[in-house]
């Protein structure tokens, strides 16, 4: 066995294996060992690919990519593997197989990784914790009580539990960022249109979901980047290509860069002073790295942007399941009662109505546009509160019955009027309101693992730049990185 998997990033790893110190079948020996010892507590796995990973080495189908023999997770939605499940954590989908490779899962074997399995999400990747009735609840490493967030909750658990060093990833309004914070990892969202999603999609939310992954450390999420970035044929928006690899971004000098922050919550809700203080040694650090750090924010009503992203969510939920549904003839009864009630929202919502929250992004991508003449960066908590115990947030029974009534009397026109939908729907994000913003304006953005709480849980530091400048974050990242060390802090129990 070898011993000192655990300590190495993809890329060391990947550096063993090309010098001949340790093989490919050792390495992923090592991973499988990892992933058999802490699924029984952690349940971040959908599938585990042990024998199909075995006989890719075997073959050797691996091509000369920068992770060649590295072993990788791939997340459960948006990332289908040819003949693995594609379940997207819906008992809908149980028995579904992806029938071809996604686009990026393509990109993903190029750059030479061994595929050992996927990562749960919640179902249809809807939400920021990870607890279905398909596979159950994912526990965070770091705290097996607490989830380690959504939608990519599986990816994160298992990188912070060692099982693999980076684990595909995807982020709509978060789910990159958010488990990176909760499970002390690197998480970069990148800009729309950076990472294509064909061929099933064109774009995915309107272009609020991009995908990448979850690594431990900055160069390999940078060296990933530049292997699954660029266009594919008949992609429907094609966005300017850096100025050269983002892996020569990782140690470049960064320059004096002008920061922005704010700990106020966009929607007014109340902010853990645990979150309030990683912004604050943040702020404090970049000062000390040379930077101009002064509060500031853009200037947007954080409840309307919240609005028009609900609006589009609605909708997208709504299609999401009747696809879902004509794909594989289920009954609407086996989603949850809450992706049911969303749908129900969204099949009342008109479209004059979907399109004019839909026009409202450009307004909030304007704001922060301006915001970007002044500042380069917008440092804000990734979250304002810590990971939530595992069922904390599950609906209420009384909930659960009043939802269940008026999907029976298709009321959904009654809680967009009433105000119900708002008001559950604010309380549901007052807990992760300041991650929306990059994915309705299409901006990169990122969760970098700079401080730990009283209780030793990881709380990130979010990080966005404006549009198209994922350069700038990775160099920045690499600086934090290097200023402030985060990669050997490990799991109890995981090491």
């Not at 996604?102 to 809807?126: D, M």
């Amino acid at each position: 066995m070898f011993a000192e998997y655990a300590s190495y990033d993809a890329t060391g790893l990947a550096g063993l294996i090309a010098s001949g110190e340790v093989s490919a079948a050792e390495v992923l020996e090592a991973a499988l060992a990892k992933i058999a010892a802490g699924e029984p507590r952690l349940n971040a796995m959908v599938e585990i690919l042990a024998a199909r990973a075995q006989a890719q080495i075997a073959a050797a189908e691996r091509p000369p990519g920068p992770f060649s023999g590295v072993p990788f997770l791939l997340k459960d939605i948006y990332q289908e593997y040819a003949g693995a499940k594609a379940t997207r954590g819906a008992v809908a989908l149980r028995d579904y197989i992806a029938p071809h490779d996604s686009e990026l899962t393509k990109r993903f074997l190029a750059a030479g990784v061994v595929i050992a399995g996927s990562t749960a999400t919640p179902e249809l990747g809807l939400k920021a914790t990870t607890e279905t009735i398909l596979h159950g609840a994912t526990r965070n490493p770091w705290h097996p009580g607490t989830t380690p967030g959504g939608s990519s909750g599986g990816s994160a658990a298992a990188v912070a539990a060692r099982y693999v060093p980076m684990a595909g990833a995807s982020d709509g309004g978060g789910s990159i960022r958010i488990p990176a914070s909760y499970c002390g990892l690197f998480g970069l969202k990148p800009s729309r249109g950076r990472v294509p999603c064909g061929p099933d999609f064109a774009e995915i939310w309107d272009g609020a979901v991009a995908s990448g992954v979850l690594s431990r450390s900055v160069r390999d999420s940078a060296i990933m980047l530049d292997a699954i970035a660029g266009p594919e044929p008949g992609g429907p928006f094609i966005i300017a290509p850096p100025a050269g690899a983002y892996a020569q971004e990782v140690g470049a000098e960064t320059g004096r860069l002008r920061i922005g922050f704010s700990t106020a919550s966009p929607v007014g809700g109340r902010i853990d002073p645990e979150q309030i203080t990683a912004v604050q040694n943040a702020a404090r650090l970049l000062e000390s790295l040379g930077h101009v750090v002064e509060e500031a924010a853009p200037a947007i009503d954080g409840r309307q942007l919240f609005r028009c992203f609900m609006t589009m969510y609605y909708g997208h939920v709504a299609a999401g399941m009747r696809a879902v549904r004509a794909l594989t003839g289920a009954d609407a009864s086996t989603f949850h009662t809450d992706t049911r009630t969303i749908a129900l929202l969204g099949d009342c919502i008109s479209g004059a109505d979907y399109v004019a929250a839909r026009t409202a992004w450009h307004d909030f991508a304007r704001a922060l546009g301006v915001f970007h003449e002044h500042y380069d960066i917008f440092l804000t908590p990734v979250t304002a509160m810590g990971a939530a115990r595992i069922g904390e947030l599950d609906t209420k029974p009384a909930d659960e019955r009043a939802a269940k009534l008026m999907i029976m009397l298709r009321a959904g026109k009654l809680l967009l009027k009433s105000g119900i939908a708002e008001k559950l729907a604010f309380t549901a994000l007052e807990r992760t309101p300041f991650t929306q913003l990059a994915n309705m304006a299409f901006v990169p953005a990122m969760s970098v693992p700079l401080h730990w709480g009283a209780d030793g849980m990881p709380v990130g530091v979010h990080f966005s730049a404006k549009f198209g400048a994922e350069d700038v974050l990775i160099r920045l990242a690499s600086q934090l990185e290097a200023a402030q060390p985060w990669a050997a802090r490990v799991p109890a129990g995981f090491e």
